[in-house]
């Protein structure tokens, strides 16, 4: 079901669980070190490491929001250019639809002119027949 998600809330939930995975070892290296009676150089140590581990969690994160980000981006351009095309071609069929009730109207009065000519033809003759 996370395949068909879209990219966007797959990458919030991917952010959100690695921030509570985050929090959770964090919380985890306090309370062994509030639990610890060591040093405060080795306490101090461990604080830079996690640290180290937030700014390298930030970076992985900003990566990946990145990548994500730039295939949506890459799809959306895609369906744009698809939109584009597909509206080229409705114009195009609707120029060919104006052309072709013309060219119909066009052909139909001059068959109905034609008509009428040989109506009227066909009338002068039979009223000169008749006098």
Do not use: C, F
């Not at 669980?17 to 009676?37: F, S």
């Not at 409705?90 to 052309?99: F, I, T």
């Amino acid at each position: 079901m996370e395949g068909s998600e879209p990219p966007e809330v797959a990458a919030e939930r991917a952010r959100e669980r690695l921030h509570e995975e985050i929090e959770r070892v964090r919380v985890g290296v306090e309370d062994m070190l509030a639990e610890q009676d060591s040093s405060a150089g080795d306490v101090t140590e461990l604080h830079r490491e996690l640290d180290a581990i937030r700014a390298e969690a930030s970076v992985l994160i900003k990566r990946r929001a990145r990548k994500t980000e730039k295939r949506l981006n890459k799809r959306i351009d895609k369906v744009d250019a698809r939109t584009e095309a597909l509206e080229q071609r409705l114009d195009a069929v609707e120029q060919d639809r104006k052309y072709a009730e013309w060219r119909i109207h066009t052909t139909t009065e001059q068959m109905l002119d034609g008509l009428l000519r040989e109506v009227r033809a066909i009338a002068d003759l039979l009223t000169t027949q008749t006098r």
